[in-house]
């Protein structure tokens, strides 16, 4: 079956650190990968997305991430928190074929403290 | 301009009564999606539309029927209401229905039911 793990419900870091919030999808065959963010009360934003080529993918507000497609991994990053950043980050997976259906991960909250 | 708008933002109501939730897009999409955010955040496509045709079905109970009047619209009735349908609900729109797409989600439409 076709699944996200985010295996962190929340990641602490203090502003200016770099962050990671980690995400590993189960598909059959090739993935297309979307990291989105959810403020308090918001609705989703999209922060990045892999379909493919190149793989390390940079998005908005300095955030990056890459696909490992051995590690079936597609961990988000950003070199310098902000306390701003606070918030709750969904992975999400689709594949060809999907209808646009998106798979998401449980979720991490991400705590920036100053 | 909201792009994707949801009304009503909250909505609180008693078991076994019917209400709807209604959802606008001003991007010139073709597919919308309803998505439901359990207490836990976790998000669960329900349904998807493309251009007012049903595309994604997923396991919902009956008691939940979406309507597309047109592209622009999506809104969503549910009957006899039950506790376990408490949670946030988000409705998105992606300008097609191809897996690689980015999806533009509104703010949810909170449903408590008492």
């Known amino acids: 079956a076709q699944s996200v793990a985010q295996p962190e419900d929340q990641v602490n870091v203090a502003e200016g650190n770099p962050l990671t919030v980690k995400c590993t999808y189960s598909v059959s065959g090739n993935p297309y990968l979307f990291w989105y963010v959810q403020y308090p009360n918001r609705g989703l934003q999209f922060l990045l997305k892999y379909i493919t080529g190149d793989n390390l993918v940079k998005g908005s507000y300095g955030f990056e991430a890459e696909f490992n497609k051995s590690q079936t991994s597609f961990h988000l990053k950003k070199p310098s928190a902000l306390v701003s950043d606070s918030a709750l980050y969904f992975c999400a997976v689709s594949y060809s074929g999907n209808t646009g259906k998106l798979i998401f991960g449980q979720g991490t909250t991400l705590q920036v403290k100053p | ?114």
């Not at chain 2, 109501?13 to 073709?30: F, Y």
């Not at chain 2, 359990?38 to 007012?52: H, R, T, V």
């Not at chain 2, 992606?94 to 989600?105: E, M």
């Open chain 2, 1 to 114: 301009d909201t792009a994707v708008s949801q009304t009503p933002k909250y909505l609180v109501t008693q078991m076994g009564n019917d209400k709807s939730i209604k959802c606008e897009q001003n991007l010139g999409h073709d597919t919308m999606y309803w998505y439901k955010q359990d207490s836990k955040k976790f998000l669960k496509i329900m349904f998807s539309y493309n251009n007012k045709e049903l595309i994604i079905n997923e396991t919902v109970p009956n008691r939940f029927s979406p309507k597309s009047p047109d592209k622009a619209h999506l809104n969503l009735h549910i009957n006899s209401l039950e506790l376990g349908d408490s949670a946030v609900y988000f409705c998105a729109s992606s300008p097609l229905w191809d897996s690689t797409n980015i999806q533009y989600f509104g703010a949810g439409t909170r449903l408590s039911v008492l």
